[in-house]
């Protein structure tokens, strides 16, 4: 097996370009741990935040960025039993997934779905953990309910959206563009939100309130979205683009029973997230099977262009999944 391997490091804290190929030993794997010789990568938000500095890895991660990947274990630690060298899987990753090799725990890899090519399974970890454990686990979405997704032509929007259609939601979702807005349709959201000429709040509240709202955007959003929520209803926070200060009025979760929370996914113990791939593993991984859903796949770059990948996602242009190409 090599000893080095080829990366993508983040030399300062800056914009997209301050990416830059390196060359890194190949990590071992520990007690209960994988290595993957990485086929293909995924590019998310939180990529983009430790690139700027404000989002550290978790004690014990690599440095690099990367957060998903799909590819072949190429050995394992000690006490692995679920994989053997030479197991096609897609994982979600502490970090280190803009690389040739990357480690996890056994528990947080799952098989690359039937169906699905090496860039489609690479696609999957994060936001389908993201998207379950907060959408499902969390708030409790359920067939029937009114569901209310941001951001739906992104990696997580598109994800939520297929996930709530096929488990019998009712699914909005908002956008920024008419060809946004029809993606979102064509995924299943029965009213696909253009939030730059319509006012989410009023379309939701006139279809009796969302019984569950996914939000990633924070800000001025936070109070809108409470707003919009039905009696009883659930908003589940998993990021701040917009940030996460804002004034809020909290008498109206005492008078119409509402819940806020919020999670992120990273920092979460090794446990928890192997309780969420048993969950994908028994309840979405057949849905993927059967090709009754599917990742949204915007564009792939080169692993030396992981520059202009950043840039792209930024941009707010794509729709789905943007992915590097490592193998």
């Known amino acids: 097996m090599a000893e080095v391997m080829r990366a993508i490091e983040i030399s300062k804290p800056g914009g997209p370009e301050a990416l830059r190929q390196c060359e890194r030993p190949v990590p071992s794997p520990g007690a209960e741990q994988i290595l993957i010789r990485i086929d293909h990568a995924g590019v998310n938000r939180p990529d983009a935040?430790?690139?700027?500095?404000?989002?550290?890895?978790?004690?014990?991660?690599?440095?690099?960025?990367?957060?998903?990947?799909?590819?072949?274990?190429?050995?394992?630690?000690?006490?692995?039993?679920?994989?053997?060298?030479?197991?096609?899987?897609?994982?979600?990753?502490?970090g280190g997934g803009y690389a040739e090799f990357a480690v996890t725990h056994q528990d947080h890899a799952?098989?690359?779905?039937?169906?699905?090519?090496?860039?489609?399974?690479?696609?999957?970890?994060?936001?389908?953990?993201?998207?379950?454990?907060?959408?499902?686990?969390?708030?409790?979405?359920?067939?029937?309910?009114?569901?209310?997704?941001?951001?739906?032509?992104?990696?997580?929007?598109?994800?939520?959206?297929?996930?709530?259609?096929?488990?019998?939601a009712r699914v909005f979702a908002t956008a920024g563009s008419p060809e946004k807005c029809e993606a979102c349709a064509e995924l299943g959201a029965e009213r696909a939100i253009n939030y730059r000429e319509e006012d989410f709040v009023d379309i939701l509240r006139a279809e009796g309130g969302a019984d569950v709202i996914l939000d990633m955007v924070g800000g001025s959003y936070l109070p809108r979205n409470v707003k919009a929520l039905a009696d009883d209803g659930h908003l589940q926070q998993i990021a701040f683009l917009q940030g996460p200060k804002v004034e809020l009025n909290f008498a109206q979760l005492m008078v119409r029973r509402l819940t806020i929370s919020g999670s992120t996914l990273r920092p979460q113990s090794d446990a928890a997230k192997a309780g969420i791939a048993a969950d994908l593993r028994e309840k979405v991984w057949p849905l993927l099977a059967s090709g009754r859903i599917a990742p949204v796949m915007d564009q792939t770059f080169a692993l030396e262009d992981a520059a202009a990948a950043h840039a792209r996602m930024e941009s707010s242009a794509h729709i789905g999944k943007i992915m590097l190409r490592v193998a």
């Open 49 to 94: 935040l430790q690139r700027a500095g404000s989002y550290a890895p978790p004690k014990g991660a690599s440095d690099l960025p990367g957060l998903e990947a799909a590819g072949v274990v190429e050995a394992v630690g000690p006490g692995v039993t679920r994989w053997h060298p030479g197991d096609a899987v897609c994982a979600l990753l502490p």
């Open 110 to 168: 799952l098989a690359v779905p039937d169906g699905l090519s090496m860039v489609q399974a690479a696609a999957l970890p994060e936001t389908f953990f993201t998207v379950w454990s907060n959408v499902f686990m969390r708030a409790g979405l359920t067939a029937g309910q009114r569901f209310l997704v941001h951001g739906g032509s992104s990696g997580i929007g598109t994800t939520a959206i297929q996930l709530a259609n096929t488990l019998g």
